[in-house]
């Protein structure tokens, strides 16, 4: 298959976008709950993973945290790795 010089700089670039974006992920984004900037409790780092943690197992009635819908919100640090619970969603801060 042949490819004109544009096109493979096309290419080049499409690769270059989705690697920057899976560096992005690696190192995880900045959030807010209730618009304070989340930082880690434990070593104050501003970058997490989101997640979403179903919780609607019997054991955790018992924490009467239904209210919940059977679901919390989870940011890990991406340096140290605690999880930070929410009981609300987290907004995305924009880069
Ligand atoms: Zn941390």
Do not use: P
């Not at 096109?7 to 670039?13: M, S």
């Amino acid at each position: 298959m042949y490819y004109s010089k544009q096109q493979l700089e096309k290419i080049k670039k499409q690769g270059e976008e989705a690697a920057k974006e899976m560096d992005r992920n690696k190192l995880g984004h900045e959030y807010k709950a209730n618009d304070m900037k989340v930082i880690c409790m434990h070593c104050k780092h501003d970058k997490f993973e989101y997640g979403k943690a179903l919780l609607n197992t019997r054991g955790m009635t018992f924490f009467d945290i239904e209210w919940l819908n059977g679901a919390a919100i989870t940011l890990v640090c991406k340096q140290c790795g605690f999880i930070h619970w929410f009981g609300k969603d987290v907004t995305q801060i924009e880069e």
